[in-house]
């Protein structure tokens, strides 16, 4: 079945620097979502990319599928102490609906 | 709109007890999943409902959890008997239809600890 590896696990920034989380697959992805969860709390959803190269913007978070549909990543652009919480992606099956998350990366930021 | 219900909140109990959680979805979302997150992990897929059909249970391991959806709309995930390993956070999360392509809305959990 789908697989996917984030990397890397964990990171703190200090605030106001910037945040990469990348997602990598072994197979072609139909689509794949994005989610965020705060400490203690449930994932809550983010984005969804279909389109290979596909590029999308919420505000400081920029989210890209690779070319080959195998990759994808989420950046955030001078991070607030908001921004706190871990990030899954989660590829999509096309068929049942079914996600599954990946490890997710642990983002601390310092104020 | 209101969102997904879950309850209870906690629960602790003892290992070879039996427990169960409830979930009420977001209303008119066809396709209710339950996941299981151990601490540090991300959710796993349990088991997925379409209406009171199951999509996929794969993963749930069926000598000790069952789930049901009968109506259609309410759904429990009950474990018997509960071993060390199954404390957990125990996360609904519904969508208008199935198909990969409809973003998941989750509950708060529920937070099971095994003593």
């Known amino acids: 079945g789908q697989q996917v590896m984030q990397i890397p696990q964990y990171q703190h920034v200090q605030e106001g620097e910037d945040f990469t989380t990348y997602c990598n697959s072994s197979?072609?992805?139909?689509?794949i979502q994005w989610y965020k969860q705060r400490p203690g709390g449930h994932p809550v959803f983010l984005i969804q990319?279909?389109?290979?190269?596909e590029v999308k913007k919420q505000k400081r978070l920029t989210f890209q599928f690779g070319e080959a549909k195998k990759n994808s990543s989420l950046h955030i652009t001078a991070t607030q102490t908001t921004d706190v919480g871990t990030y899954f992606c989660?590829?999509?099956?096309?068929?049942?609906?079914?996600?599954?998350f990946g490890q997710g990366t642990t983002l601390q930021v310092k104020p | 709109e209101a969102g997904v219900a879950q309850s209870p909140r906690y629960k602790i109990i003892e290992k070879r007890q039996s427990v169960a959680f409830w979930c009420n979805p977001i209303?008119?979302?066809?396709?209710l999943y339950w996941y299981q997150q151990i601490l540090g992990q991300g959710p796993k897929l349990l088991i997925q409902?379409?209406?009171?059909?199951?999509?996929?249970d794969s993963q749930l391991p069926k000598d000790r959890f069952s789930a049901e959806r009968l109506k259609g709309v309410d759904s429990t995930l009950k474990i018997q008997p509960a071993k060390l390993e199954d404390s957990a956070v125990y996360l609904c999360?519904?969508?208008?239809?199935?198909?990969?392509?409809?973003?998941?809305?989750f509950g708060d959990g529920t937070r099971l600890s095994i003593l």
């Open positions: 999360a519904s969508s208008l239809v199935g198909g990969g392509w409809q973003p998941q809305h």
């Open positions: 197979t072609t992805l139909s689509n």
């Open positions: 990319l279909v389109k290979s190269g």
């Open positions: 989660a590829p999509g099956s096309s068929n049942t609906g079914k996600l599954i």
């Open positions: 209303s008119g979302h066809a396709t």
């Open positions: 409902f379409q209406n009171n059909g199951v999509v996929d």
